[in-house]
């Protein structure tokens, strides 16, 4: 790269593509397919998808003249009648290898024990009827992975419209939605009246579902309060406190299960899930989905004692966040962030109804950056 005086110096046609001069002074390499793939003719303004193939091309992209005219790079092509416009303005967003600017990737906030008092809340109709309040509480949900959405209306009907304020209800092996409440043949642990220890939801589906929704219908019983801890507040102390422990399970996968009469799920997950950043952004954590671990005996000399020592610090009442479930709240959470579990109840002093269902990360993020940002094609 050369450092230039001259704002207006001329680009300099090379052999697979050309240098031209941003606003840094610097001369910034472009190769050829690239400016001929992504001259703004290829997108077709109306579905705003890419209309060119260069796959057709009869011979490698290459340019015949290069000017910058106004704000404009212009370049006409060997062989093609054809002219491409690049704002200049445009070519700096891409003057470096890195990923487009993403809204939805914001910092994570870890939160502890204390917590429950400044949950964000929100009220369903009010999510209903104004985005700005629904892009605020993504990022909630992007940023501390816990929400609480009230005022729900005691109806199916009610969880699924509130699903599809971030996207569609993500199907599991197991269908839309699930109920828990006490069944005669359990088939989940989730399905009696014991304590369900701290987990995250469905971790043998090969992708679990990223955001769960538990829409509270009914909740009088004794007993059953609600328990919920910040993966990434745990994992992030852990990293600290046990740097080779956070290494093997950040590192290496294990194997999941959930199986009985006609399915038999499986996969393999690492405990602590690290980000495109390198930080913490999930777990993947079930005693009573964890399969037998298959790995090299010896590895598990120092696999089991990091697992527990990790398993332990969860259950730590610094992280426990203790509350009980009101008929009309939905909790709205990140499932591979937030664990959860609940106290055992007594299945005959009352009522305790949950539906619940999924939706996914990826999702919840499309709405974020379409609610918040302009993307590449709105003028
Ligand atoms: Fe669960």
Known sequence: MNVMNSPIAAPVLKDKGLDIVLSDGVAHYFNYYWLRDNCPSSFDASTRERSFDIFHLDTAPRAASAEVVGDALELTWVGEDHVTRFPLGWLETYRQAAPRRDPSDLPRQAWYGDHYPEVPRFSQPELLSDPALRAKWIEAMLVEGFTIVTEMPDSDAGLTETVNLIGQVRPTFFGDYFDVKTHINPTNTAYTAAALELHTDTPAEEHAPGVQFLHCRANTVQGGGSLY?????????????DPEGFRLLSEVEIPFYCEHDTYDMRSRQTVIELDQHGEVSGLTISQHMLDIIDLDQALLDDYYPA??????????????????MKAGECMVFDNHRIVHGRAAYSATSGDRYLRGCYADRAEMRSTYRALVSEGRFKA
């Open 307 to 324: 697992f527990c020592r990790f398993g332990r610090m969860l259950q730590e009442e610094k992280y426990m966040m203790r509350f009980v």
């Open 229 to 241: 801890s910040d993966g990434v507040a745990v994992a992030n102390d852990f990293r600290l406190r």
